[in-house]
């Protein structure tokens, strides 16, 4: 492939990788449990979205990190 082609394809890479971290953050940020069902259940249900929503951040850090370094 040519220096352009490459170019191209990094930079649709980083595009990809960006919208998808985005809707990651933005459905975990943004869905809510609500005040149905037990207590116990809500904070196993929002602990779930923290967990998706810390994931997302430190595999997309972790990516710029190893996309800065290489």
Do not use: H, K, Q
């Amino acid at each position: 492939m040519s220096d352009g082609e490459d170019s191209w394809l990094a930079s649709r890479e980083t595009t990809n990788r960006l919208l998808g971290f985005t809707i990651v953050v933005l459905a975990a940020g943004f869905v809510s449990v609500g005040d149905t069902g037990p207590a116990a259940i809500r904070f196993v249900a929002e602990s779930l979205l923290l967990l998706i929503l810390v994931t997302a951040i430190v595999l997309f850090l972790g990516w710029l990190l190893r996309a800065d370094g290489g």
